[in-house]
Each structure stands twice: as C-alpha cells, then as structure tokens.
C-alpha cells in the first residue's frame, strides 16, 4: 500500500536553518508475516524504516523517524 503525507517542520535544530518546509514522500506500509505487525519504508530515502502494531502507528512511526533522518543528515 502506497501513501502519502505531507508535512511541516518548524523550527529546525539550533544552528539550522529556520522556517518551514514541505515535505512529500511515498511510504510503502507491508505487514509483518512474522511479527503480525506493519514496516514502514520508502524509495525515497533508502535506509529510513519503521514499525507499528497497526498500519497507522507504522505511519505515524515513520513520520518520527524520516524527521530524525532529515535534520540529522543535514548538518
């Protein structure tokens, strides 16, 4: 299953920029044959996944994580 969000990132870290951008990625949300659970990934920016109980938390999961890799790389 494909989906997108959109998001807004205010303020950046210390010594980042300040502002807002939008970001659009394509997640990929697969469940878990052996966990019973869902992993979220994208294409987009290989290396950044997450997990949940439900499709949602995966979701939301990897909302969290693609933010830490964004302002983590960007230094």
Not at 7 to 27: D, M, Q, W
Not at 32 to 61: F, H, I, K, L, Q
């Amino acid at each position: 299953m494909a989906l997108r969000f959109e998001e807004f990132l205010s303020p950046l870290p210390k010594g980042g920029l300040e502002g807002e951008i939008k970001v659009g990625i394509r997640v990929q949300v697969h469940e878990d044959p052996d966990d019973g659970g869902y992993y979220a990934v994208t294409p987009d920016v290989p290396g950044c996944a997450s997990r949940g109980a439900t499709m949602e938390e995966a979701v939301d999961n990897f909302k969290e994580a693609i933010r830490y890799f964004l302002i983590e790389n960007a230094h």
